[in-house]
């Protein structure tokens, strides 16, 4: 199906830029000649149907990822900000035998026990002009249901967890999103977001595809090489987290009229300040929409629209996508009253990888997502985020449980118990603050706890603070109060 819609966008504009980073640039018939060549490297070096990609936001990730469509494999996105470790569990939990990479990432893929192919050793120039003479091979024929991608996410007992995303999750999350916003393939989209985020792989991936609009890829994300894009006149829809958002509207000597070509900017990944609203309008003249979504729902639920912006809201649901607000018995709550928010349809995935109790946790038989996450709906289907029902961080757009980090200090020989909360911050959305006791006369600094997270955790995952208590503020069984640690 994804395939398809790839194909289908290069029949219509074979002549027409596709995608574009610092280092290459590709029509798209260049990028179906490119994807045919990782196609067939994928066929044959593995027979495993899953396969591995570590590859920052570029022209050759687009590629490289419809080509491990095209061979009818599943795509397993990499997050290069882990650590070894926990990109080795990743790794062993997807059963991976193949991962395909740069070369920039060569020092931390040679401590993942599993073998990689690099694109530059691939010979891809010589490749692709034989590959030029082949005749295009037919796309797979996959059932809706069948697994795309695999997308892990930080697992509230400490280990991440696949999200199996099918065929069908992407493409009508894909269709409802481009149907509610209302973009066309004459836009010209601005990538920043890896593609191991589920934003990055939905929004700017394959939704630039499926509708045959231009991508421009930034590898790294830069306040200056993004606004500096933002000015070129090119870039219509731009699409980032709060954060990121914040730090281009900080930059000194911003041309508000420089920007007046950007037609969409939209904020997703984590929650939005007023206060970064509210100076991205000032500085650069752009109001930016607000989106909701989650791994599990593709990601896409809901998103302001430009012509209905009700601010304060994540907008209405896009096409195909149900919303009910349920009380803690499941019973579905009348509009304007606040409770967990379900969602149902075909975004939602088809379940945990190989964790079949997990997924009956959140959906039940009906079909019914449960997010975790407290919120309300209008009278005119407008919904409103009012907290989160999880226990769970989200820093600069990237999901963080606290039982994973208190779990790594309590393997300290110094730390009795450790707990971990979430602390509001104007240029992350949240950091993560730990709280931690000592184990009889032991004596440790917070610099030394927080070095010994580095060495377990991904850097985003350290904790900014540890505090260390002469004991935790309890309730009456004993267990510790998070809510009265600040």
Request: net charge negative; with cysteine; charged share 20%.
């Amino acid at each position: 199906m994804l395939v398809e819609a790839y194909l289908e966008s290069i029949r219509k504009y074979p002549q027409k830029l596709a995608v574009r980073d610092p280092t290459r640039e590709m029509t798209f018939s260049q990028l179906a000649t490119f994807a045919q060549v990782i196609r067939r490297e994928v066929l044959k070096a593995t027979q495993c149907e899953r396969v591995g990609l570590m590859l920052p936001a570029s022209a050759a990730c687009q590629g490289t990822i419809l080509g491990i469509l095209w061979a009818g494999k599943t795509i397993v996105p990499l997050n290069f900000l882990l650590q070894p470790g926990e990109l080795t569990y990743v790794a062993a939990d997807a059963g991976l035998d193949l991962v395909i990479s740069i070369e920039y990432f060569k020092d931390l893929m040679s401590e993942i026990p599993v073998r990689t192919c690099y694109l530059e050793q691939m010979g891809l120039k010589r490749r692709y002009l034989w590959e030029k003479l082949r005749r295009t091979p037919e796309p797979p024929t996959p059932a809706q249901d069948d697994v795309a991608a695999i997308v892990y996410t930080s697992g509230s007992t400490g280990k991440p967890k696949g999200v199996c995303l099918t065929h069908s999750n992407f493409t009508t999350n894909c269709r409802g999103a481009i149907e509610h916003l209302q973009i066309g393939p004459d836009n010209h989209l601005l990538g920043v977001l890896p593609s191991f985020h589920v934003f990055g792989l939905t929004m700017l991936i394959f939704v630039p595809a499926v509708l045959g609009a231009t991508a421009t890829y930034i590898p790294r994300f830069s306040p200056q090489a993004t606004y500096k894009a933002l000015a070129s006149g090119e870039i219509t829809v731009f699409m980032g987290i709060p954060s990121m958002h914040n730090a281009i509207a900080r930059l000194k000597n911003i041309d508000a009229d420089k920007l007046t070509n950007v037609k969409l900017a939209l904020s997703g990944g984590e929650p939005m300040p007023i206060t970064v609203y509210d100076l991205v309008k000032e500085r650069t003249g752009l109001e930016l929409m607000q989106g909701y979504g989650l791994t599990e729902t593709s990601p896409v639920i809901s998103c302001s629209q430009p012509w209905a912006h009700r601010l304060g809201t994540v907008g209405k649901p896009i096409p195909g996508v149900e919303v009910q607000i349920r009380d803690e018995a499941g019973h579905a709550l009348d509009m304007g009253q606040e409770g967990e928010i379900c969602v149902r349809g075909p975004l939602v995935m088809k379940g945990y990888y190989n964790r079949p109790e997990e997924t009956a946790a959140v959906i039940d038989r009906e079909g019914w997502f449960r997010t975790g996450d407290i919120g309300k709906l209008d009278t005119d289907n407008y919904l409103t985020i009012t907290g989160r029902a999880k226990d769970l961080i989200i820093v600069g757009g990237e999901n963080v449980y606290p039982r994973e980090i208190e779990s790594v200090l309590e393997q300290h020989s110094a730390v009795s118990e450790a707990a971990v909360i979430g602390r509001p911050d104007a240029s992350r959305g949240e950091v993560v603050i730990g709280f931690v006791t000592l184990d009889g006369d032991a004596d440790i600094t917070d610099n030394e706890l927080r070095n010994f997270c580095r060495e377990h955790l991904a850097g985003y995952k350290v904790p900014r603070e540890i505090s260390i208590l002469p004991d935790f503020p309890r309730g009456p069984t004993g267990k510790i109060l998070k809510r009265e640690l600040n």
